[in-house]
């Protein structure tokens, strides 16, 4: 059991975004995304996570903090954690070994450590992927990302801020017949869908008569989480929910939503899986390593390391344990800086853009691409349920309004009024912002919501992972939380030199559980049943989640279900990969 640090937890689920964009007051203040890479160009943060230049140089292989240097990954099976600091400390370790140059000009990221997911998760959640190795085979991106929940089914927030899961009438593929009892328990037909007069659909039977408060049928154990049912009829799609209210999306969609820069450049998204997971992967597969929990000890990882030398594969950074990356990338061409941002070359789909309602992909190409957001997550001593931590380009989004803890006490930020050339947004007070223009149909990218193709204004609505102080518990509040994260990232920006291209990037925040094993039990909270998360635990990347960045929503709302720690809920691609290939097994490890 893992030492219980500083817990934050959630509000109720309906507590919607707006209430947290009007909290507070004080004196504005220069953002820490505004930096440049300089430290001084953070607030005047009280340094609740210290980081020695001795500390920091040990990071380095060379023993030395220099310029773009190799950086070697936390020893996660040695983790020992003493305060929120650590965690932090072991995310942004990892994150600037994985951002490290390698000779070839590449990342590690781009190494034979690690393997591509293909096709990405947003494709299809019930589709099998299969892992190609980095550095032999161009890698993959796409130019979409797929939101679910804890019973892998797509989601959609309605407009008061609370999270679904979408059932689809079955048969998908055919035009079902859709079957409702009315308010009065009498079974009838769905014949037809129509736009009412305030917003809201009215059902009708073959007769035309209104059906009132239409109970639909759902597979799902409604007990296990939110649900509606996602009805189209004749042009109109509308989402029920089990007692036959309409949930009106905010989205618009429950489907893979496609983001696109101010500058033209869709976001593209890549999955990564390092060594150590593919072949635990593959030895939970044939039941000669336990299934049930990614591996933390060093007994466990032995077995692994094994099972690789058993196929003449050597495991050179093995002690960072199983990681499963969740990348977001623009095209560098389309930036006039790109040179701060750390690159890859990957396959890219190409569009035919002559409609501004719909783009056909005709082709693919292979470019250079700029990162502009990273997922961090692995596992470590005595946290099975593995760590979340997330990255983004400074120059990304504005921030919403959030507080800070200096030597005189709290101070507000209010970042709406702030100035920043943002990639996401060109209008930080635009009263619109985070509103899908873009959601896709199989490969083809569609207008939503009223919009051409088109950029959309951004705003990350969950600056540092915490939200307000009413989300704190004792002897914690937001500010606090908030000053960790940006005293971390304003030590690394100190050590850091300025022509580091990884000097761009902060940590937003990590999540874990005091606990070690997650359930998930509802969206209405993050206590976990087994451990609450702690640390950043609304936790958002505004390249990844744009259109789901919520106060109640915590990463193991959706990485988790039913109690377990099992890899197979921890993660949504796990039980979907074909294992890679393993030889014959030595009898020493069955």
């Known amino acids: 059991m893992t030492k219980k640090y500083k817990v934050i937890t959630a509000i109720s689920v309906f507590i919607s975004v707006a209430m947290f964009l009007g909290c507070g007051g004080g004196k504005p203040t220069t953002p820490p995304t505004e930096n440049t890479g300089s430290a001084s160009m953070f607030p005047p943060v009280k340094n609740l996570c210290p980081l020695s230049q001795a500390?920091?140089?040990?990071?380095?292989?060379?023993?030395?903090?220099?310029?773009?240097?190799?950086?070697?990954?936390?020893?996660?099976?040695?983790?020992?954690?003493?305060?929120?600091?650590?965690?932090?400390?072991?995310?942004?370790?990892?994150?600037?070994?994985?951002?490290?140059?390698?000779?070839?000009?590449?990342?590690?990221?781009?190494?034979?450590?690690?393997?591509?997911?293909?096709?990405?998760s947003s494709v299809n959640f019930r589709q099998l992927r299969t892992l190609t190795r980095n550095g032999s085979s161009p890698i993959k991106a796409f130019s979409f990302i797929h939101q679910a929940g804890p019973n892998r089914l797509p989601m959609i927030k309605d407009n008061h801020g609370r999270f679904f899961e979408v059932e689809d009438n079955e048969p998908a593929a055919a035009p079902a017949r859709m079957m409702a009892k009315d308010a009065k328990g009498k079974e009838t037909e769905i014949e037809t869908?129509?736009?009412?007069?305030?917003?809201?659909?009215?059902?009708?039977?073959?007769?035309?008569?209104?059906?009132?408060?239409?109970?639909?049928?759902?597979?799902?154990?409604?007990?296990?989480?939110?649900?509606?049912?996602?009805?189209?009829?004749?042009?109109?799609?509308?989402?029920?929910?089990?007692?036959?209210?309409?949930?009106?999306?905010?989205?618009?969609?429950?489907?893979?939503?496609?983001?696109?820069?101010?500058?033209?450049?869709?976001?593209?998204?890549?999955?990564?899986?390092?060594?150590?997971?593919?072949?635990?992967?593959?030895?939970?597969?044939?039941?000669?390593?336990?299934?049930?929990?990614?591996?933390?000890?060093a007994a466990e990882l032995s077995k692994i390391v094994a099972l690789a030398a058993a196929n003449k594969d050597t495991l050179v950074d093995s002690n960072a344990l199983a990681m499963e990356l969740k990348t977001s990338w623009v095209e560098a061409a389309s930036l006039p800086n790109a040179g701060n941002y750390v690159t890859i070359t990957a396959i890219i789909p190409v569009y035919d853009t002559s409609h501004k309602d719909h783009w056909i992909p005709i082709g693919e190409k292979t470019t250079k691409l700029a990162l502009v957001g990273m997922h961090v997550v692995g596992s470590a001593a005595g946290h099975p349920e593995m760590l979340w931590s997330t990255f983004e380009h400074k120059n990304n989004t504005p921030d919403t309004s959030y507080q800070y803890i200096d030597t005189n006490g709290k101070v507000q930020v209010d970042t709406l009024k702030a100035g920043g050339n943002w990639l996401f947004t060109n209008n930080a007070v635009d009263p619109v912002h985070n509103v899908s223009h873009m959601t896709t149909k199989g490969d083809t990218i569609i207008a939503q919501n009223g919009s051409p193709i088109s950029p959309s204004n951004t705003l990350r609505t969950m600056p540092w992972g915490t939200a307000f102080d009413s989300m704190a518990g004792p002897g914690t509040t937001s500010?606090?939380?908030?000053?960790?994260?940006?005293?971390?990232?304003?030590?690394?920006?100190?050590?850091?030199?300025?022509?580091?291209?990884?000097?761009?990037?902060?940590?937003?925040?990590?999540?874990?559980?005091?606990g070690s094993g997650p359930t998930g039990k509802s969206y209405s909270s993050v206590d976990t049943g087994k451990g609450v998360a702690v640390g950043t635990n609304v936790l958002a990347n505004s390249t990844m989640e744009t259109y789901f960045e919520s106060p109640v929503q915590s990463c193991f709302t959706c990485h988790s279900r039913k109690g377990t720690l099992s890899p197979d809920q921890l993660s949504h691609i796990f039980k979907f990969i074909v294992p890679i290939k393993l030889a014959p097994v030595p009898s020493a490890l069955k």
């Open 479 to 514: 500010a606090q939380s908030n000053s960790e994260v940006i005293s971390l990232n304003q030590n690394v920006m100190k050590m850091l030199a300025p022509t580091d291209v990884r000097s761009n990037y902060l940590q937003i925040g990590t999540t874990w559980t005091d």
């Open 193 to 297: 869908i129509e736009k009412g007069a305030n917003g809201l659909h009215l059902f009708k039977d073959k007769a035309g008569k209104e059906i009132d408060h239409p109970k639909l049928k759902f597979t799902h154990n409604l007990s296990e989480g939110h649900f509606v049912k996602r009805i189209s009829k004749n042009g109109q799609t509308a989402f029920v929910d089990p007692d036959g209210n309409e949930v009106q999306s905010e989205a618009g969609q429950a489907t893979g939503d496609a983001l696109m820069a101010q500058n033209g450049s869709l976001v593209y998204y890549v999955l990564f899986v390092n060594d150590v997971y593919a072949y635990y992967q593959a030895a939970a597969k044939k039941g000669l390593v336990d299934s049930n929990r990614f591996p933390t000890t």
């Open 55 to 120: 500390t920091f140089n040990g990071w380095f292989s060379n023993g030395t903090a220099s310029p773009n240097g190799l950086v070697l990954p936390p020893n996660s099976v040695a983790f020992a954690p003493n305060s929120n600091c650590s965690f932090y400390q072991w995310s942004e370790q990892m994150f600037l070994w994985l951002t490290s140059p390698v000779p070839g000009g590449k990342t590690v990221i781009e190494s034979n450590m690690f393997y591509t997911v293909q096709p990405d």
